[in-house]
């Protein structure tokens, strides 16, 4: 039964994309007449997809690291630092933290 789950075969970098919750089944009046159990097996597959895909997104995001931690004698060494990434500079004896907003883009020195 199709319930809306995003294909990771249609994506390319499926760790990156958005999760794609399952969509929650209608129940139409000829889905009663079959029974509660068919009802009731609807709701069950759709429990059963949302949670295997929140368990494959806790997994995904659990093994990815919070935050790259360099050291380097300059920061200025590190040719692309992403927004929140931490090094030690060597040169100046401190921790440095890349900020990046609309109007930063710097190292900034820890306390």
């Known amino acids: 039964m199709e319930m809306g789950i995003c294909s990771i075969k249609y994506a390319t970098g499926w760790n990156k994309i958005m999760a794609r919750y399952p969509d929650f089944p209608l129940i139409f009046p000829e889905d009663v007449k079959r029974g509660v159990d068919y009802v009731y097996g609807r709701f069950q597959q759709w429990g059963a997809a949302l949670i295997n895909e929140m368990d494959t997104r806790d997994q995904v995001q659990d093994a990815a690291p919070s935050t790259n931690i360099y050291a380097v004698v300059t920061v200025g060494s590190i040719k692309s630092p992403d927004k929140g990434n ?11 933290g890349y900020v990046s907003t609309a109007g930063t883009q710097a190292w900034e020195a820890f306390n």
Do not use: E, T
Not at 86 to 96: L, P
């Open 86 to 96: 931490i090094a030690y500079s060597v040169s100046k004896g401190k921790f440095m």
